[in-house]
T-cell receptor, first 112, second 118 residues
């Protein structure tokens, strides 16, 4: 299972774009990259998932370079409600033995 | 009603007591998981089950046991609770990833069970 490395914390002002990078140097060919968001005292919730290049949904974009050894979660124009912990996970969804390991995540604080 | 329900939501107990945390889901998923969260340590996987007859240890299974009573129910037990098991516990479910359409194999979490062992 590929391990991931993320910054422990980040601060941003409201209205700015935030980019959180995750390193996964040992990513395997069949691995996908998934990001989750967690608010205090709540369970994480899915944000976005991708395999390569760029994926965009209504809340975020995910950029994955060609070598796939890193990925960047981009949150456009953050608000105070985006203050949360963000987790990057890497794994093979097809693998029946796949386990979801979360790590420590990146704590994002949005400042007024 | 929540798709993934955990009971109890809060529990205070004493060292040496047996504790059971229960999880039930209405999503129809085969896969269920138990995590614990400690401040600054993220979520750590305790046990997971891919169907009723399948139970697997995660990163930190020592001191815990589980029971998969049915597709919809997955219980976590602490046979003899100790203070360092004080944590926030989460149950989660996921479906088998098919790789089609909008399917992501994502995890769906319950609201958590906060356990304090004195």
């Amino acid at each position: 299972l590929a391990k991931t490395t993320q910054p422990i914390s980040m601060d941003s002002y409201e209205g700015q774009e935030v980019n959180i990078t995750c390193s996964h140097n040992n990513i395997a060919t069949n691995d996908y990259i998934t990001w989750y968001q967690q608010f205090p005292s709540q369970g994480p919730r899915f944000i976005i998932q991708g395999y390569k290049t760029k994926v965009t949904n209504e809340v975020a974009s995910l950029f994955i370079p060609a070598d796939r050894k890193s990925s960047t979660l981009s949150l456009p124009r953050v608000s105070l409600s985006d203050t949360a912990v963000y987790y990057c996970l890497v794994g093979d969804p097809w693998d029946t033995g796949n386990q979801f390991y979360f790590g420590t995540g990146t704590s994002l604080t949005v400042i007024p | 009603d929540a798709d993934v329900t955990q009971t109890p939501r809060n529990r205070i107990t004493k060292t040496g007591k047996r504790i059971m945390l229960e999880c039930s889901q209405t999503k129809g998923h085969d896969r269920m998981y138990w995590y614990r969260q400690d401040p600054g340590l993220g979520l750590r996987l305790i046990y997971y089950s891919f169907d009723v007859k399948d139970i697997n240890k995660g990163e930190i299974s020592d001191g815990y046991s589980v029971s998969r009573q049915a597709q919809a129910k997955f219980s976590l037990s602490l046979e003899s609770a100790i203070p360092n098991q004080t944590a926030l516990y989460f149950c989660a479910t996921s479906d088998l990833w098919t790789g089609t359409g909008a399917d992501t194999g994502e995890l769906f979490f319950g609201e958590g069970s906060r356990l304090t062992v004195l």
